[in-house]
C-alpha cells in the first residue's frame, strides 16, 4: 500500500506541477492577445486620430490660403481704384490748370478792353460837351430848354397817331391773349379728354325668373320693407320680366344694397336675419373696394406721399355725384387740367395736380360734419398736414376764400371747365328737359318775342324777336331784362347765356 500511496503523491504532485505550468502560460497567452487587442485598438485610435489632425490642419491650410488670396485680390482691387481715383484726380487737376490759364488770358484781354473802352466813353464824354457847347452858342438855348422845346413839336405832331397806335395796341394784345389763352386750354384739354360722367339714381339688378321676386317681398312684405329700412333705398318690383330696380339718390347705398340683394337672391334663403348680415358683409366689401378706387385716383393722377385715409377718403368720392357726374372722376380730370395748365404757363405743376385731386375732399364727409366741403376740406388737409401750398391752391375754387396764388386760379379754372363743359354735369332726362321748357317759356312770356330756342345743353337761349315790335335799343334792354329774369327765378349750374337776334327782311320786286 505505501508503494502506491507514493505513487498516486508522486502523481499529484507532477499533475499540480503540470497544471500550473499549463494555467501560467495560458493565462500568459490570454494576458497577450489581450494586450495585443488594446494595442491595436490604441494604435487604430492614434492613426484615426493623426488622420483626422491631418484633415483638420489640411482644411485650415486651404481655408487660410483662401482668406490670403481673397485678401490679396481686395488689396489689388483696391490699389486699382485707387490707381483710377488718382488718375481721374490728375485729369481733372490738369483739366482745371488748362481752363486756369485760359482765364487769365481772357482776363487779361478784359481788362485790355475795359481800359480801351473807358478812353473811349472819356473821348465821347469830352466830344458831347463840345458839341453842346457849340450848339447852346448857335441857338442862343439851354440844353434843357432846347430838349423840352424838341418833345413839344413831337408830341403836337404825333398826338393823334399816338393815341390811334395805342388803341391799336391794345386791341391786337386783348387778340392775342384771348388766342393764346384759348390755345392753352385746349392743348390742356386735349391732353386729357374724360369721358361723359352722368350718373343715375336708379341701379337695375337680373334676377333668375320672376319667382324672386316673392322671396324678396316677403311674407306680408317684410323682407323689403326690412331691407329698404337698412339700406336706405327703394326697392321697386314691378311687372318688367326679370328685373328688380333699386332707387336711391346715394350711390354708396345703392351700391352696398345691390352686392346684398345679388347675394340673398343666389343664397335663396331671404329673411331679415339674413338681410341684415348680407347688408354687414356688403358694407365690409364696400370699404375695401373704396380703398381700391381711391389708390387707382392717386396713381391716375400721379401723386405720391398722400395718407391712406385721405386715399380712403378719395375713393368715397367714386359714390359722390355732383350735378350728375361722378366727383372722383371730376376730381381726377381737375388734377390733369390744372398740371397741364401749369405746365403751359411755366408754374408749379406738381402743388396744382395735388390742389386739383383733392379739391372736392370735403365732399366725403360733408354729410357727416357740418359746414360747407371747401372748409371740410381745408380741415381735413390741415389735419393730416399737406402742404399749405396745395391748400391755398384748393380753397380757392368757389371763390369762398380769395385766389392767393397763381396755381389757386388755375384749379378754379381747371374745376369751372371740367363742370361746364357739354355732358359732364347732368340732370336726370325729366329735370333736364323740364329745365329747357322753363328757359324757353321765360323768355316767350316777354313782348315782341317771336320765338326762342334753349341750345347748349341750355347754357345759351337764342331769342327771335319781331322788327316791327323791338328796336335795336330795346334789343339791348330785352336781353338784359331775360337775363335778370332767369338769375331771380331759376336754379341753375354754370352760366346761361341770352342771345337776343333782330332779323329784318325788305322785299322788293322789280317789274
Known amino acids: 500500500m505505501q508503494p502506491l500511496s507514493l505513487y498516486l503523491l508522486i502523481l499529484n504532485a507532477v499533475s499540480l506541477i503540470v497544471g500550473a505550468v499549463?494555467?501560467?502560460?495560458?493565462?500568459q497567452s490570454i494576458v497577450k492577445k489581450r494586450k495585443g487587442t488594446i494595442e491595436a485598438k490604441l494604435q487604430k485610435k492614434v492613426s484615426q486620430t493623426k488622420q483626422e489632425t491631418e484633415e483638420m490642419v489640411a482644411?485650415?491650410?486651404?481655408?487660410?490660403?483662401?482668406?490670403?488670396?481673397?485678401?490679396?485680390?481686395?488689396?489689388?482691387?483696391?490699389?486699382?481704384?485707387?490707381?483710377?481715383?488718382?488718375?481721374?484726380?490728375?485729369?481733372?487737376?490738369?483739366?482745371?490748370d488748362e481752363k486756369l490759364s485760359a482765364f487769365e488770358v481772357k482776363e487779361n484781354d478784359f481788362e485790355v478792353k475795359l481800359k480801351k473802352l473807358k478812353e473811349a466813353r472819356e473821348r465821347i464824354v469830352q466830344m458831347k460837351d463840345e458839341v453842346q457847347k457849340r450848339l447852346e452858342g448857335l441857338s442862343q438855348l439851354s440844353e434843357k430848354q432846347a430838349r423840352d422845346l424838341l418833345l413839344k413839336e413831337v408830341e403836337d405832331k404825333c398826338q393823334g397817331e399816338l393815341i390811334e397806335r395805342t388803341q391799336k395796341l391794345k386791341q391786337e394784345g386783348e387778340e392775342r391773349v384771348k388766342i393764346i389763352s384759348k390755345e392753352i386750354l385746349v392743348g390742356a384739354i386735349q391732353?386729357?379728354?374724360?369721358?361723359?360722367?352722368?350718373?343715375?339714381?336708379?341701379?337695375?339688378?337680373?334676377?333668375?325668373?320672376?319667382?324672386v321676386k316673392g322671396r324678396i317681398i316677403g311674407k306680408e312684405g317684410r323682407n323689403i320693407k326690412t331691407f329698404e329700412k337698412l339700406a336706405g333705398v327703394d326697392v321697386i318690383v314691378d311687372e318688367t320680366p326679370e328685373t328688380v330696380i333699386i332707387s336711391g339718390f346715394n350711390p354708396l347705398r345703392r351700391h352696398i344694397a345691390k352686392i346684398a340683394l345679388e347675394r340673398l337672391v343666389k343664397d335663396g334663403r331671404i329673411q331679415p336675419a339674413r338681410i341684415e348680415e348680407a347688408l354687414a358683409k356688403a358694407k365690409e366689401e364696400i370699404e375695401e373696394q373704396?380703398?381700391?378706387?381711391?389708390?387707382?385716383a392717386?396713381?391716375?393722377?400721379?401723386?405720391?406721399?398722400?395718407?391712406?385715409?385721405?386715399?380712403?377718403l378719395l375713393g368715397r368720392l367714386h359714390f359722390r355725384t355732383s350735378y350728375g357726374q361722378n366727383v372722383l372722376l371730376h376730381s381726377l380730370e381737375v388734377a390733369h387740367l390744372s398740371a397741364a395748365l401749369a405746365e403751359e404757363l411755366g408754374l408749379d405743376a406738381k402743388v396744382a395736380r395735388k390742389a386739383g385731386l383733392l379739391h372736392d375732399?370735403?365732399?366725403?364727409?360733408d354729410h357727416q360734419i357740418q359746414g360747407?366741403?371747401?372748409?371740410?376740406?381745408?380741415?381735413?388737409l390741415e389735419k393730416f398736414k399737406q402742404d399749405p401750398e396745395v391748400i391755398t391752391a384748393m380753397k380757392a375754387h368757389h371763390e369762398e376764400y380769395p385766389a392767393e396764388s397763381s396755381e389757386a386760379l388755375l384749379v378754379k379754372a381747371a374745376d369751372q371747365i371740367s363742370g361746364a363743359r357739354p355732358g359732364a354735369r347732368r340732370d336726370t332726362?325729366?329735370?333736364?328737359?323740364?329745365?329747357?321748357?322753363?328757359?324757353?317759356?321765360?323768355?316767350?312770356?316777354?313782348?315782341?318775342?317771336?320765338?326762342?330756342?334753349?341750345?347748349?345743353?341750355?347754357?345759351?337761349?337764342?331769342?327771335?324777336?319781331?322788327?316791327?315790335?323791338?328796336g335795336d335799343l330795346e334789343a339791348y334792354k330785352l336781353a338784359r331784362d331775360i337775363a335778370d329774369k332767369i338769375q331771380r327765378e331759376l336754379n341753375y349750374p354754370g352760366e346761361i347765356r341770352v342771345n337776343v337776334i333782330r332779323e329784318t327782311r325788305v322785299m322788293e320786286y322789280a317789274r
Open 298 to 312: 392717386v396713381v391716375d393722377a400721379g401723386v405720391v406721399g398722400l395718407p391712406l385715409k385721405i386715399v380712403q
Open 191 to 211: 391732353r386729357y379728354a374724360l369721358s361723359q360722367a352722368q350718373e343715375v339714381t336708379t341701379t337695375t339688378l337680373t334676377i333668375p325668373s320672376d319667382e
Open 22 to 27: 499549463i494555467g501560467y502560460y495560458v493565462r
Open 59 to 96: 482644411a485650415a491650410k486651404a481655408e487660410a490660403r483662401k482668406v490670403l488670396a481673397d485678401a490679396q485680390q481686395e488689396r489689388e482691387e483696391r490699389r486699382r481704384e485707387l490707381s483710377k481715383t488718382e488718375q481721374i484726380l490728375l485729369k481733372r487737376e490738369q483739366l482745371l
Open 372 to 380: 360747407s366741403h371747401v372748409d371740410i376740406g381745408i380741415k381735413i
Open 429 to 470: 332726362v325729366e329735370n333736364y328737359i323740364m329745365r329747357l321748357k322753363e328757359l324757353e317759356d321765360l323768355a316767350l312770356a316777354f313782348p315782341g318775342v317771336a320765338t326762342v330756342y334753349a341750345v347748349q345743353a341750355g347754357r345759351e337761349i337764342r331769342v327771335f324777336v319781331k322788327p316791327e315790335e323791338v
Open 361 to 365: 375732399i370735403g365732399k366725403s364727409v
Open 290 to 296: 373704396i380703398q381700391e378706387y381711391g389708390e387707382r
